[in-house]
């Protein structure tokens, strides 16, 4: 499915955040209480990056990405990653032709809107690296031609945490293309009561429709809110903020590796979203505070002792944003 670009200059920057706000609303029809993983798909979508979703089984992660796709009007395809799972089976491969005598290139799901990698990290790192090209530069290339993949087009990727059985680790390269990530946590109490709840009235996860998702938005308001959080402004203070949080990951006596010059731009990128999303046009430092632990915590590294004390890369990044000067 696709949609001619010229559609967006029809959509004001106002109307692109009421349908990114009622695409919240629609994705909270079907999950309960996982607003702060919603706020980070909408933030992923403005900044055309990547969000990879980690938590343990049962906890909506697939149906939270189920539920964005139902209430964009954008093609969605979905891949469960199994230990089996070859690159071809992602990004396509050269099939020949009996009636031709030639091979022709068969697409595979990668090329598609939004993919939902389902349980990236129960597929060997070769299987998923198939992902790095598509995800970098938007293109899959088979055989030495180049094919350019759909816009938008976003990658949202499941996980178990990676002491559960049957998980292999992710590349660090491949972490490292993932704008977020965000942790699904289990529910509160009365969160979950909400759930049993809705479940009781008959709410059927495998029927989004009949929940009453609908779409919302689509290619026209993605494009007009990008140019909006691309007019968002960035003093020379905040931008020099973001680097000294980085840096100061670089230096941390808790990490054998910091965070890259790509994931301050990355950090940049999600505050000034945040930013345009609370409506304002230029970012703050709680702008930055905000997205700090999901763009930065998988571009870190735990030095082993650190890990075996118990410590976490989202409290060596909270102490880090308590020590680095503000500024006003």
């Given at each position: 499915?696709t949609y001619?670009?010229?559609e967006?200059?029809?959509?004001?920057?106002?109307?692109?955040?009421?349908?990114?706000?009622a695409?919240r609303?629609?994705?909270?029809?079907?999950?309960?209480?996982?607003?702060?993983?919603v706020?980070?798909?909408?933030?992923a979508?403005?900044?055309?990056?990547h969000?990879?979703?980690?938590?343990?089984?049962?906890?909506?992660?697939?149906?939270l990405?189920?539920?964005?796709?139902?209430?964009?009007?954008l093609?969605?395809?979905?891949?469960?990653?199994?230990?089996d799972l070859?690159?071809?089976?992602?990004?396509g491969s050269?099939v020949?032709?009996?009636r031709?005598?030639?091979?022709?290139?068969q697409d595979?799901?990668?090329?598609?809107?939004?993919?939902?990698?389902?349980?990236?990290?129960?597929?060997p790192?070769?299987?998923?690296?198939?992902?790095?090209?598509?995800?970098?530069?938007?293109?899959?290339t088979?055989d030495?031609?180049?094919?350019?993949?759909?816009?938008?087009?976003?990658?949202?990727?499941?996980?178990?945490?990676?002491?559960?059985?049957?998980?292999y680790?992710?590349?660090?390269?491949?972490?490292?293309?993932?704008?977020?990530?965000?942790?699904?946590?289990l529910?509160?109490?009365?969160?979950?009561?909400?759930?049993?709840?809705?479940?009781?009235?008959?709410?059927?996860?495998?029927?989004?429709?009949?929940?009453?998702?609908?779409?919302?938005?689509?290619?026209?308001?993605l494009?007009?809110a990008?140019?909006?959080?691309?007019?968002?402004?960035?003093?020379?203070?905040?931008?020099?903020?973001?680097?000294?949080i980085?840096?100061?990951t670089?230096?941390?006596?808790s990490?054998?590796?910091?965070?890259?010059?790509?994931?301050?731009?990355?950090?940049?990128?999600?505050?000034?979203?945040?930013?345009?999303?609370?409506?304002?046009?230029?970012?703050?430092?709680?702008?930055?505070?905000?997205?700090?632990l999901?763009?930065?915590?998988?571009?870190?590294?735990l030095?082993?002792?650190?890990?075996?004390?118990?410590?976490?890369?989202?409290?060596?990044?909270?102490?880090?944003?308590?020590?680095?000067?503000?500024?006003?």
């Amino acid at each position: 499915m696709t949609y001619p670009a010229t559609e967006s200059t029809a959509v004001t920057a106002d109307s692109a955040r009421a349908s990114l706000e009622a695409l919240r609303t629609e994705i909270g029809k079907a999950v309960v209480g996982q607003d702060s993983a919603v706020t980070g798909l909408v933030v992923a979508l403005l900044c055309r990056g990547h969000v990879l979703l980690e938590g343990v089984p049962g906890v909506a992660k697939t149906l939270l990405v189920r539920a964005l796709a139902a209430s964009l009007e954008l093609d969605t395809k979905r891949v469960q990653f199994t230990p089996d799972l070859m690159p071809s089976d992602v990004t396509g491969s050269l099939v020949y032709d009996a009636r031709t005598a030639e091979f022709s290139f068969q697409d595979g799901p990668v090329f598609t809107n939004l993919l939902l990698a389902d349980e990236i990290n129960r597929t060997p790192p070769k299987t998923q690296s198939s992902l790095l090209e598509a995800m970098e530069e938007r293109q899959v290339t088979v055989d030495g031609t180049p094919r350019a993949l759909p816009d938008p087009f976003l990658v949202a990727a499941t996980m178990n945490p990676v002491e559960y059985e049957g998980t292999y680790p992710l590349p660090e390269a491949q972490l490292d293309r993932f704008l977020l990530k965000l942790t699904v946590p289990l529910p509160s109490r009365e969160d979950e009561i909400g759930v049993l709840t809705r479940h009781a009235a008959g709410f059927n996860p495998r029927d989004l429709h009949a929940a009453g998702i609908r779409p919302v938005a689509g290619p026209a308001q993605l494009e007009a809110a990008r140019r909006a959080v691309a007019k968002v402004s960035v003093s020379p203070e905040i931008a020099g903020y973001v680097v000294d949080i980085c840096r100061a990951t670089r230096e941390s006596p808790s990490l054998t590796l910091g965070v890259s010059p790509r994931g301050a731009t990355a950090l940049l990128a999600t505050a000034r979203a945040w930013a345009w999303l609370t409506g304002r046009d230029y970012v703050t430092p709680d702008d930055v505070k905000a997205l700090s632990l999901p763009t930065l915590r998988h571009r870190v590294q735990l030095r082993p002792e650190a890990e075996m004390e118990g410590v976490t890369a989202d409290a060596v990044i909270t102490a880090i944003l308590s020590h680095v000067p503000v500024p006003r």
